[in-house]
């Protein structure tokens, strides 16, 4: 896996904008939508206050992007604190000239017997689209991507997963607590994360030196779901000093 070590996430997380920027407005020349794969939770906040920030200064419109995002709690209404559905609006959708019909977010108010087929639709709309172009993904402090928890198989499809109790926990201080926290939650397979033309994952951080060093040094397994990225054509890893403290 490529490395690339910044200073600190902010600078990093206006690299990872840049390079953003840089697809869609090569794919803007070309004429092409632009399919980007997004996330959710604390990584990506600084990277998406930069991409509004040179929508709104430096003219980056957003018209040829459909987007993608990972994952979202189940159940989970669009509408609540924890949504992730009103976590893409506040941070990146709503200060941007995106289509509203151009963006994707998993359902949380689904009936439990309608997610399969969900799921499927889901897939086959990306699909349709020839694939993501541009996958960014945040790791959790097990290795998952997206929410493929440890166990989470290569050709693993979007579904309904349950989460795994260390998820549960990072996840229990936005819940007021763990009673409150779901046990599931409807997340991209590993299967069409890999199919990403290009994937960037990003962690900052001390915190995640452990499960870093693991994915990008460690064998590929299961138990380590991005370490499956060890085998991706383009992906590239974007630390900080922190995060890469454990890297040899
Ligand atoms: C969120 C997602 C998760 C997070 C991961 C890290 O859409 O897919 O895999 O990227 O749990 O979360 P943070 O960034 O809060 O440390």
Redesign the pocket.
Known sequence: INTVIFESSEVASKAAAAEIATLIKKKQKANEMCVLGL??????KRLYAELVRLHKEENLSFKNVIAF???EYYPMEPDAIQS?VRFMKELLFNHVDIEPGNYHIPDGTLEKKDIADYCKEYEAKIDALGGIDLQI????GNG????NESGSLPNSKTRLVTLDHI?RV?ASKDFQGLYNTPKTAI?LGIKQIMQAKQVILMAWGEG?SSIIKASVEGPITEQVPASYLQEHPNSVFILDNGSSSKLT
């Not at 993904?137 to 959790?140: A, H, K, R, V």
């Open positions: 996330a959710t939770g604390s990584t990506p995002n990972l994952d992730y993904l945040g790791i959790g998952h991507i997206g929410f998820t990072a997340t995640k």
